[in-house]
């Protein structure tokens, strides 16, 4: 049995790949750049078939090996803790059974154990992580990639207890066994020599660290990705910023928007953002405090508690530097709520202390008006976000009796802004407890919940609501459902809503929007109908307000649906009334209006833009041949969303422009089966021809293949290539394309290649695996 993780990954690929479970294979090979690379939407995306088809196939391992990659991600790429735990706990247990002991990739699911509770509260779980950690150390080889990963997680763990000196030498010890076993230490080895060398004060030596490091792994033949300049460069800004050499460290500091994207960078680079804030070479100012608060509130949710409180601290100083002492003061709060989930609060404590201290120590502004006047004074002048909160919080403390619930609601509003979500919560549940009949409130509140994810707070805000009207308690569960995409649950609450009030056009609306979701288009287009029916005039009611209820996107919406229902009468009767013109009077809508781009997502998560023909007012006909990555191919039938994706075009620029549309679904496949050709560039003309001569034949032919796309010469030198995709109409067989190709391409100079059709037709492959071998395509 190899012990080589990765010469099993291959083993596994080319097994699932002979046996035809290709997008399992393909998942096999990915899943794991997706996961270290922060590809998170791919991974997303990829994981839950993939999971579903290894425990089809019965395949222990590769579910090992999905889970773990997956944990990874989540892990140190979203910094989830106790979100993680069930699973973290769950895979452990599973890598240990009889039939994935011996996976190669088992011992990892101790890694994940681990830094699932150093995200929780690493300080808190030393003592557990470093006894689980030997015992698995033990039983590896230093050979092993998983030594390497061990090593590092046993010297953050050093750390995370303030012995940063042993976590040095350990890392020292683990680097000469792993070298004298033939191997090299991973450049995420370096990163962790260098995090203890910065602990201990020698930013020099951390910054050489990263030197050396990346010297040894670009020798060896790596390529640095983008995940790993990105962790360099923070790695080095910090220690710049530490040494004082700020210039360097503004070079080196990935933009905001990158720690936007990349939770596990936000740590050192706000830590390097506050040195170069204190020497006045980054704006200390409320976006950032925003940002960072959004961070903070992130961490909170994820359930990482240790590093929400370490990051928070970072933002609370900051807050006090710019004298924002509402915000100061709402982080140490939030600080001193996460004490209670911490095993280990040593030193934690005494820095909350100080930071509500320093902001309690900040002066209170003097009020522009009365307390009772404050509020409309903020509409008028609109100051910043933090001024505002300092200005209520003011009042707040200057009024007699229960606080104002219009003053409440403001200050609410200005810390949502500055990304204070669950401070926001806290605040609207206290003030409703006084207010209970404050609609305003209630309905702030739904919303902070909801955009919060905050599942308890719904439920229980819900409930409440539900004592009091039905209704309300159903529209605010219908709305979290469709926050969280679980379209079935939106209609049953929107159902429980028209019971209570059945004139409800936005609970009609949002009812048909979760139809359209799950795919149920004769449902959709009724609650469309019916929608449009009531907000129709009744009695003497003004025509004109009731005209106002019926919104031209419902019209769109009505058209789509019914498109996908395949109810062309009511397609044509709705066109009607946004003055669309059809050629026919009946008979489905078959025309050609435009081109445009479809938006469709690829089975990895990514997404494509395809053009197409737009042969009605919700259809398209793809023209690109297409291969497995996409459920479509050339010349099908689809239904696009009515939402123009793109831009309009500046002015003068309307030739080129082509609206964009999110694919919905698609209506009348064409039946097109794709096959590869490869091989060298014939030329324009010959080119032309051959498309020609397969569109008139009923063909397709589309290349993707740009000018950069070269292939060997055998005559010596290289040749400009092609590599384009056939699309064979369902009329035709393979055996056909084949001898349709060969007759066409027989007059060029140089051969194409196609090897899975000539292999489909039954024809030579001897002569297709020469050309290829030959042009070495």
């Known amino acids: 049995m190899t012990t080589d993780i990765w010469a099993w990954v291959q083993d596994t690929h080319r097994q699932l790949a002979e046996s035809g479970q290709h997008r399992l294979a393909t998942a096999v090979v990915e899943i794991a750049g997706h996961a270290v690379e922060g590809r998170n939407e791919q991974l997303d995306a990829m994981y839950p078939e993939a999971l579903a088809s290894a425990r089809a196939l019965g395949l222990p391992w590769v579910e090992v090996f999905l889970r773990h990659w997956r944990l990874q991600n989540l892990l140190n790429k979203r910094h989830q803790g106790e979100a993680a735990m069930a699973e973290a706990v769950s895979l452990l ?14 011992v990892c699911a101790v890694q994940d154990f681990t830094i699932c509770h150093a995200n929780i509260d690493g300080p808190g779980y030393v003592a557990e992580r470093l006894a689980v950690l030997e015992e698995t150390l033990e039983r590896v080889e230093p050979a092993r990639a998983c030594f390497d990963c061990l090593s590092r997680e046993y010297a953050d763990t050093l750390e995370d207890d303030g012995r940063a000196e042993e976590a040095l030498t350990h890392l020292d010890r683990a680097q000469a066994r792993i070298q004298a076993a033939g191997e090299h230490v991973s450049l995420a080895f370096g990163h962790s020599r260098a995090s203890a060398l910065g602990r201990l004060g020698r930013y020099q030596d951390a910054l050489a660290a990263y ?6 792994y670009v020798s060896a033949r790596n390529q640095l990705d983008d995940d790993d300049r990105r962790k360099l460069a923070v790695g080095r800004a910090l220690n710049l910023a530490r040494l004082g050499r700020h210039e360097q460290a503004l070079e080196l500091l990935p933009d905001a928007e990158q720690a936007e994207q990349y939770a596990d960078v936000r740590h050192r680079w706000t830590q390097a953002v506050e040195l170069l804030a204190a020497a006045d070479r980054y704006p200390n100012d409320s976006a950032l405090g925003a940002r960072l608060a959004r961070w903070v509130g992130y961490l909170d949710a994820a359930g990482s508690h240790r590093p929400c409180v370490d990051l928070l601290l970072i933002a609370g100083r900051l807050a006090v530097a710019r004298g ?8 140490a709060a939030t600080g001193e709520r996460k004490l209670g989930s911490l095993r280990r609060t040593d030193g934690v404590t005494e820095d909350l202390a100080a930071l509500r201290a320093a902001a309690l120590a900040l002066p209170r502004p003097e009020l522009p008006v009365a307390p009772d006047e404050l509020a409309g004074w903020l509409a008028e002048h609109t100051p910043d976000p933090e001024t505002g909160a300092d200005l209520i919080a003011a009042a707040l403390a200057a009024g007699d009796g229960e606080p104002d619930s219009v ?22 549940w206290a003030q409703i407890e006084i207010d209970p009949g404050h609609e305003y409130l209630v309905g702030m509140l739904g919303s902070v919940l909801i955009d919060a994810s905050d599942e308890e707070g719904v439920r229980k805000l819900a409930a409440r609501l539900a004592a009091g009207s039905p209704a309300d308690g159903s529209w605010l569960l ?3 459902a469709a926050s969280e995409g679980r379209w079935a649950e939106v209609g049953e609450h929107c159902a429980a809503v028209l019971v209570h009030e059945p004139d409800a056009v936005n609970t009609r609306r949002l009812a048909a929007t979760a139809a359209t979701h799950r795919g149920d288009w004769a449902e959709a287009q009724r609650l469309y109908e019916d929608l449009l029916a009531h907000a129709l005039p009744a009695g003497d009611e003004d025509p004109e307000q009731a005209h106002r209820r019926v919104q031209e996107p419902d019209l769109w919406h009505l058209i789509t649906v019914a498109t996908a229902n395949r109810d062309w009468a009511a397609v044509r009767s709705t066109g009607a009334r ?16 435009q081109l445009v781009t479809l938006r469709a997502t690829r089975t990895n998560g990514t997404t494509a833009e395809l053009p197409a023909l737009r042969t009605g007012p919700a ?7 297409l291969g497995d990555e996409l459920p479509l191919n050339h010349r099908d039938t689809v239904v696009f969303g009515p939402a123009v994706l793109n831009d309009p075009p500046a002015e003068g620029e309307e030739q080129e422009w082509r ?29 032309v021809a051959l498309r020609g001569a397969l569109h008139d034949a009923g063909y397709g032919l589309w290349a993707y293949s740009g000018d950069q796309y070269e292939i060997t010469d055998p005559s010596g030198g290289t040749l400009p290539g092609v590599y384009a995709a056939v699309g064979v109409p369902p009329t035709a067989s393979a055996a056909d394309a084949d001898a349709l190709l060969t007759r066409l391409t027989a007059p060029w100079r140089h051969p194409l290649a196609w090897l899975d059709l000539a292999e489909a037709a039954g024809a030579d492959l001897a002569r297709h695996r020469g050309i290829a071998e030959r042009y070495e395509l």
């Open 478 to 480: 219908a709305r979290w």
């Open 619 to 625: 259809t398209a006909r793809v023209l690109p041949v």
């Open 659 to 687: 609206p964009v549309f999110e694919l919905l679904t698609l209506l009348d496949p064409a039946g097109y089966t794709t096959y590869w050709i490869d091989g060298a560039w014939p030329g324009d003309d010959a080119w």
């Open 93 to 106: 247990e599973f890598a240990h059974r009889e039939e994935t002991a011996s996976c190669p990739q088992s």
């Open 211 to 216: 030197d050396a490091a990346e010297l040894a």
């Open 578 to 593: 946004l003055g669309i013109e059809f050629d026919a009077d009946g008979g489905p809508v078959e025309e050609e209006w």
């Open 324 to 331: 924002a002492r509402e915000v100061a003061l709402t982080l």
């Open 407 to 428: 003053l409440v609601a403001n200050l609410a509003g200005a810390l949502g802004a500055l990304g204070h979500a669950r401070a926001v919560a806290d605040l609207l």
